[in-house]
């Protein structure tokens, strides 16, 4: 038998590469003579990097300027590719990343993109034709200005003065000084990965639906909007692009600056890091499917990686196994996926917190007990 192990990361406490090592080592003392292959995914977010990575990219580490200005390191990756380009994998969380910082009003308005712009610049100078940005998990409401000022752009206020990084400047621009740009950005593909259909502004944008989440009371939502706004509008008459599109609103915005300047794309996160990672030929050769992550709910059912791979399983004719932290959905509606069974690590941990603290031991056990099941 070859089975395919593919889960999402159990976030708070797996990554995915090891809950694919639990669920491998639960599948194994039930089928002792299986290949049991193990593929972490990922839809676009945090867990990008580490999927890619998995499936065969180097990992490199850069100090960059994090969301409030302290350093952080970060990581990200690069592959060579068979046309002699190279495709760099880049994620917002790394460089700008809201574990960086404290969740309140100031820093919701401090925060900035710049680390990110200085992760894309060094994997220009690695090589890259190709770079694809992972959204999630960040700090900032920035519109993307911070990414596109580490990359030489200055966009100036009333005075000509360049506007502070963060995205309570935004309402401050009035003109773009293009002539620092990186000229690298023009020759570059830029794929986008974003889950999220939000604008860049409004009552359903970036700022409205994310920034209280990275500490925004109501004050500072209004100010991130109108800068946002702003920034939109600064773009267009710069550029000629309308990037208040669709998609837009994802990681505080930061699409917008890539739209305007660049020739990036917006993709569906899982189709794009599963077609990074080769996961249509891992899928060709496998008998049985297990996948999962920490907690299986009806946003799952929406498109997230698990499901999204369980969706393709079922179009070639593989069953499909979940093991998840919890699972807030339906056998019927799993069913209607292809899943054919699934267990929770609620089930066999005597607690939930026992369940988070020994995710890995649980994983494993799920496993076995599902497949004994099955």
């Known amino acids: 038998m070859r089975i395919l192990i593919a889960p999402d990361k159990f976030k708070g406490s797996l990554t995915a590469a090891e809950a694919a090592a639990a669920i491998a080592e639960g599948a194994l003392r039930v089928y002792p003579d299986a290949v049991a292959t193990q593929f ?9 990097l580490e999927a890619a990575v998995s499936a065969g990219y180097e990992e490199r580490l850069n100090a960059v300027v994090g969301p409030i200005l302290a350093p952080v390191g970060a990581a990200w990756a690069i592959r060579k590719n068979s046309d002699a380009g190279a495709t760099a994998v880049l994620e917002t969380a790394q460089a700008s990343g809201l574990a960086e910082m404290e969740p309140n009003p100031a820093n919701a308005l401090r925060a900035h993109s710049y680390g990110c712009g200085q992760l894309i610049a060094a994997a ?35 005075a000509g003065n360049v506007v502070p990084l963060g995205g309570g400047s935004l309402a401050d621009i009035v003109a773009l000084d293009m002539s620092g740009l990186d000229p690298r950005l023009s020759a570059v593909t830029f794929r986008i990965a974003v889950d999220v259909q ?38 267009r008459e710069s550029t000629g692009r309308d990037v208040n599109v669709p998609g837009a609103g994802a990681a505080g915005g ?7 300047f660049t020739n990036a794309t917006l993709e569906g996160g899982f189709a794009l890091v599963a077609g990074l990672t080769g996961l249509a030929g891992q899928l060709e050769n496998a008998d049985l499917v297990i996948t999962g992550e920490g907690s299986m709910d009806s946003q799952s059912l929406t498109g997230k990686a698990p499901i999204a791979l369980a ?49 890995a031991k649980y994983v494993a056990w799920a496993t076995t007990q599902v497949l004994e099941g099955a």
Do not use: C
Request: without cysteine; proline residues 7%.
């Open 124 to 158: 220009l100078d690695a090589g890259a034709t190709e770079i694809v940005l992972g959204l999630g998990g960040s700090a900032m409401t920035d519109g993307g200005s911070g990414a596109l000022r580490a990359l030489g752009l200055k966009p100036l206020d009333a």
């Open 254 to 260: 930061f699409p917008a600056s890539f739209l305007a």
């Open 198 to 235: 939000n604008p860049l502004y409004g009552p359903t944008g970036a700022a409205h639906v994310f920034g209280p989440q990275k500490g925004a009371d109501e004050d500072a939502t209004e100010l991130l909007d109108a800068g946002l706004r702003n920034w939109a509008s600064v773009l």
């Open 40 to 48: 972490p995914i990922a839809d676009g977010g945090e867990g990008t």
């Open 311 to 359: 969706d393709a399983a079922r179009e070639r004719g593989i069953p499909v196994i979940v093991v998840a932290g919890r699972i807030l959905v339906t056998p019927e509606e799993l069913a209607e996926h292809g899943v054919v069974a699934a267990a929770q690590l609620l089930d066999v941990a005597p607690s939930v917190e026992d369940a988070v603290a020994n995710a």
